[in-house]
């Protein structure tokens, strides 16, 4: 019972614990950021109408030649966008350095920068050797346009999806490049930006207000226009009436590509791209951040108690769909709250947690499994052994596994553990007489996967001595119903042969000595017959011998008898007397037989 009453704080405790250390280390952050990506596709919306990308694409550099192009080509482009009204214009280039060789192409691009405003320009934070640098462009420039950070953070997967709002070295941080884009018709965003706040050493890029990306459906895409093109005089002026106007690098080789959870056609992002996917989050209100880390713990650590309330409720039978289906809840709560509230909860500790607490709740039960799987086992052997019938399993080509007790009495021994012993080494079967390989036999049974049944075998066991039994082989089935060898029973019939052997000659026997019993009977009720018949036969003709007897001793005036006839009569008379008596007593032992006989008890005094 103690135990009982501290296993549930215990587990709570565990869990608890757990979920602290797996928040504060981040170790399932590659889980995270999976799950992350997989919710992306269902959360994105199509690329905004708003971004117009014009890209040095191969057709550019083939009409302007090699890369850098002169400044004022990028001059006469800001020339020609400052005739519509753009709402903002971003040149992704680096501009840090004066072209010595044509001083007039940066004033040219000086002058057309102010023509053109607002444009950004990129700042990057690079390391010079061993030191960081900020890498500003020309004063000139600088003080023509609006500065904004270029640089993209890649989480530890490699993969960029987020990038900070503020960015820099020591206490100046520059906006991000679609911020700087953005706060160009909204400045006060500025003032109250979203994002994680981070912490990091001044002497190191320093960075804050940290958003993820939602990015863009991939089956759609920004508009995209030729930098020759446009150039040429083919794209009309009206077209970056009221667009955000992102001017950039996207033929290949030309610049680092930016691998992303989702980009068109599957293939890394260039900065320009990553740019316009910073800035369509801005303009559609939709860049996400992360749960605060007080948060993300307090709702961890209470699906952990309710995965320690589904444990107490649910049967070990229930609990695992229980807890499936509370993970798909959490799942979906991840994603609702993405989508509705722009907060990322990061599910992979409360899902560990929730799935933890199962083995660590349930182990009692795994315990008592494992013991009723060995008390299974066990009563298995003992029911095998019990049975009367031999029981021998063998691999699938006849090799000996295990033998019942009936089946080591057969054999006469048990086959060495150690040794692949062939069944066709012990037995040697006939069956009607032919001769059989009972190995043969049992890969037929597999190959139909059909038990196999014959009666009356004879088996020769070791070449000593035979039997007569009825075999039995089937295919015995592991997992997936895939055959890893066969059952084989032999059912010993010689004993039972010689028992109805024994029977019948005693019911033979028995049938003799009832013909027999018959026969006297029948001889006892003729004799009984015979008797009856003779003593009443015999009475009828006595009864007249001594009443004539009787008459002649009768004393007669007219006719008296001399006394030699008396004497004669008595004679006659005693002889009657004596044979009526003897036939009286047949007729007595007659009754006594057939059970009529009829007794008088009475006192007799023995004494005379």
């Keep these: 019972m103690a135990k009982r009453r501290f296993e549930k704080p215990l587990l709570i405790s565990i869990l608890a614990l757990s979920t602290v250390l797996l928040t504060v280390s981040d170790a399932l952050w590659r889980v995270d950021r999976w799950i992350y990506d997989l919710q992306l596709p269902l959360l994105a919306s199509p690329a905004s109408p708003e971004i117009i990308i014009i890209e040095v694409d191969q057709k550019s550099l083939a009409d302007f030649g090699r890369w850098p192009w002169p400044r004022d080509i990028h001059a006469r482009l800001l020339e020609f966008l400052a005739r519509s009204k753009p709402r903002a214009i971003a040149l992704d280039f680096i501009f840090s350095e004066a072209d010595k060789s044509h001083p007039e192409a940066d004033a040219h691009l000086a002058q057309a920068l102010t023509l053109a405003r607002p444009v950004v320009l990129p700042v990057v934070v690079e390391y010079n050797g061993q030191t960081l640098v900020e890498t500003l462009p020309l004063p000139d420039y600088a003080k023509h346009a609006a500065l904004g950070h270029a640089n993209v953070d890649l989480d530890k997967d490699g993969i960029s999806r987020s990038i900070l709002l503020q960015a820099g070295l020591g206490d100046r941080l520059w906006p991000a490049m679609p911020l700087a884009i953005y706060a160009q018709q909204h400045p006060e965003f500025l003032q109250a930006l979203p994002g994680l ?11 804050d207000f940290r958003v993820w990306l939602p990015f863009f459906d991939p089956s759609s895409d920004f508009a995209r226009l030729s930098y020759s093109e446009v150039l040429s005089g083919k794209v009309p002026a009206r077209v970056f009436d009221g667009k955000y106007v992102l001017v950039g690098l996207t033929a290949s080789g030309l610049e680092r590509e930016l691998p992303a959870p989702l980009a068109v056609g599957g293939r890394p992002m260039t900065g320009v791209e990553f ?13 996400w951040q992360p749960l605060p880390g007080i948060w993300q713990f307090w709702a961890s650590l209470a699906i952990a108690g309710c995965s320690v309330w589904l444990s107490t409720r649910f049967s070990p039978r229930w609990l695992p769909p229980a807890i499936l289906a509370l993970s798909v809840t959490i799942l979906c709560g991840s994603w609702l709250l993405l989508r509705l509230s722009h907060y990322w909860f990061a599910p992979s500790v409360a899902l560990f947690v929730l799935w933890f607490s199962y083995p660590l709740r349930s182990w009692r039960h795994f315990e008592k499994l494992i013991q009723s799987l060995f008390a299974e086992r066990k009563r298995a052997f003992v029911t095998l052994n019990a049975i009367a019938d031999g029981v021998i399993t063998t691999t699938p080509d006849g090799v000996i596994d295990y033998m019942n007790a009936a089946a080591i009495d ?21 069956i009607r007489d032919k001769p059989f390989a009972i190995a043969d036999l049992i890969r037929q049974s597999i190959a139909e996967n059909a038990p196999l049944k014959y009666s009356h075998c004879r088996l020769t066991v070791s070449g000593q001595h035979q039997i007569t039994a009825n075999l039995g082989i089937a295919p015995l089935l592991a ?16 004993e039972r042969m010689l028992m109805a ?3 019948l000659q005693k019911t033979e026997e028995q049938a003799v000595m009832r013909e027999l019993i018959n026969r006297a009977e029948q001889m006892s009720l003729a004799k009984s017959q015979f008797l009856s018949q003779m003593s009443h036969e015999l009475r009828t003709p006595l009864n007249a011998v001594i009443g004539f007897a009787q008459l002649l001793q009768m004393d007669d005036p007219e006719h008296p008898l001399d006394p030699y006839h008396l004497d004669s009569v008595q004679e006659i008379l005693k002889a009657g007397q ?31």
Excluded: Y
């Design 197 to 207: 706040r981070t912490e990091t050493p001044r002497d190191s890029l320093h960075g």
């Design 275 to 287: 740019i316009a996917a910073g800035l369509d989050g801005l303009l559609k209100q939709t860049l």
């Design 578 to 608: 004596h044979l009526l008596g003897l036939i009286n007593e047949l007729l007595d032992l007659a009754k006594i037989e057939s059970g009529k006989i009829a007794m008088n008890i009475q006192s007799v005094a023995l004494a005379i």
């Design 410 to 430: 057969i054999v006469g021994h048990r086959p060495p553990s150690s040794s692949s012993l062939n069944i066709d080494r012990i037995f040697t079967l006939e």
């Design 479 to 494: 997992g997936r119903g895939v055959a890893s060898g066969a059952v084989i029973s032999i059912n010993d019939i010689g």
């Design 501 to 503: 052997k024994m029977l």
